[in-house]
Structures are given as structure tokens and as C-alpha cells.
């Protein structure tokens, strides 16, 4: 019997606001930006990148430029992204 893996895509597993909501938290809280980062472009893979990019009037490409790993995206970008995700971000 063969067996066939393929590639985890956690973004198949992020399908509601809650699960999404404590994704992004547990990122958050590690308090590792590139890990964060990875988070945020999983979520926005979820949503779905070309509806986020429609939301953040930034391209497909430049939004997927700036979630790429050891990436340096600009706060605006980032502030962008969450918010089209439904999210918000604070100081608390």
C-alpha cells in the first residue's frame, strides 16, 4: 500500500472567526515578528488573498511580497491587511 502525503497548509484549517481570532492571538503572543507574519499571510490565504488585496488596494503580488517570510513589510501594510482581515489592532 502506497502512501501519499502532501504539504500542510495551515490556512486550510483557519474556517472561522474564532479559530482565526486565536491563531493570530497565539502568534501575537509569541512575540516573534516573522512568526507573526507567517500568521497574518496564512489568515489572508484563508480569506482569500485577491479579496484582501481588493480590501487593502494593494496587488496580489505585493501583498503576497509583503507576507512572505523574512519579509520587511511597512506598519501601514500590516495595519492594512488586519483590518481587511477583520481585525483590529491595539495597545492594551
Known sequence: MK???KKWD???YLDNPEMIH???KAAF???NSELLMVAIGN????KGMSEIARKTNL????LYKALAPNSSPKFETIKKVVEALGCKL???
Not at 489568515?43 to 484563508?46: F, G, L, P, R, S
Not at 496587488?59 to 505585493?62: E, G, Y
Open 3 to 5: 502512501i501519499t502525503t
Open 43 to 46: 489568515v489572508a490565504k484563508a
Open 59 to 62: 496587488s496580489r503580488q505585493n
Open 29 to 31: 503572543e509569541e512575540g
Open 22 to 24: 486565536e491563531y493570530l
Open 10 to 12: 495551515t490556512s486550510e
Open 90 to 92: 491595539a495597545v492594551v
